[in-house]
């Protein structure tokens, strides 16, 4: 049981460059984040979905799109990467809503 | 107002001290309650639910106080392994549609030899 797996574990993007980052869970559960943390800083929402072919914005949303077509999977895109992006990205699930969350390992993410 | 508020710290403490931590939460509605472990450059890891009875695990202690709306975390005879930044969670309301997680900034400590 791997748990949440998240990847790449760091990447460097030039201003403009698009990417996916990769998040994926075994524990069949319903709920899936993703979450940006700054240095220093608390973690915020920035999508979230409750279900395969649901997702919905979180507080952060600007700059970011998401899709869930699995229960597994729930990446998260960056078009257009902007110095305001670098951030670490945690990806989470939880069984419900409200229920404890776990998180992947984190992707480091510069851009320069 | 925030929806959960921490003492950023940090605190540091000798090995085998008694620390406790507060946070208090804005939203009298909020039905679960958590304390999370990030260590430096890792993910939150889930270090114990509070439940209003109060609750232990090991040299960790929960407490919920409801009225005064805050949560607090007790760690008995620290170890040097404790050193963390400890995030508390609060749900806003486990019956909305999404019933989000609110994490605060949280509590560094330190414990030194």
């Known amino acids: 049981n791997a748990g949440v797996t998240q990847t790449p574990k760091f990447r460097i993007l030039k201003i403009g460059q698009s990417m996916t980052l990769q998040c994926t869970q075994d524990?069949?559960?319903?709920?899936m984040y993703w979450y940006r943390q700054d240095p220093g800083m608390g973690l915020k929402l920035i999508y979230y979905?409750?279900?395969?072919?649901?997702?919905d914005k979180g507080e952060v949303p600007n700059g970011y799109n998401v899709s869930r077509s699995t229960t597994e999977d729930f990446p998260l895109r960056l078009e257009l990467a902007a110095p305001s992006q670098t951030s670490v990205y945690f990806c989470?699930?939880?069984?419900?809503?409200?229920?404890?969350?776990?998180f992947g390992p984190g992707t480091r993410l510069t851009v320069t | 107002r925030k929806e959960v508020e921490q003492d950023p710290g940090p605190f540091n403490v000798p090995e085998g001290a008694t620390v406790a931590f507060n946070c208090t939460y804005s939203?009298?509605?909020?039905?679960?309650f958590f304390w999370y472990r990030q260590d430096c450059r890792k993910e939150p890891k889930l270090l114990m639910s509070?439940?209003?009875s109060g609750n232990e695990d090991g040299r960790f202690t929960a407490q919920l106080n409801r009225a005064s709306q805050y949560i607090s975390l007790l760690i008995r005879d620290s170890k040097l392994s404790d050193s963390a930044t400890y995030l508390c969670?609060?749900?806003?309301?486990?019956?909305?549609?999404?019933?989000?997680?609110?994490f605060g900034r949280g509590t560094q400590l330190t414990v030194w030899p």
């Open positions: 989470a699930s939880s069984r419900d809503r409200g229920y404890e969350q776990y």
């Open positions: 524990m069949n559960h319903n709920y």
């Open positions: 979905s409750v279900g395969a072919g649901i997702t």
């Open positions: 939203n009298s509605a909020s039905q679960s």
């Open positions: 509070v439940y209003s």
């Open positions: 969670v609060v749900n806003k309301d486990r019956g909305s549609t999404l019933g989000r997680l609110y």
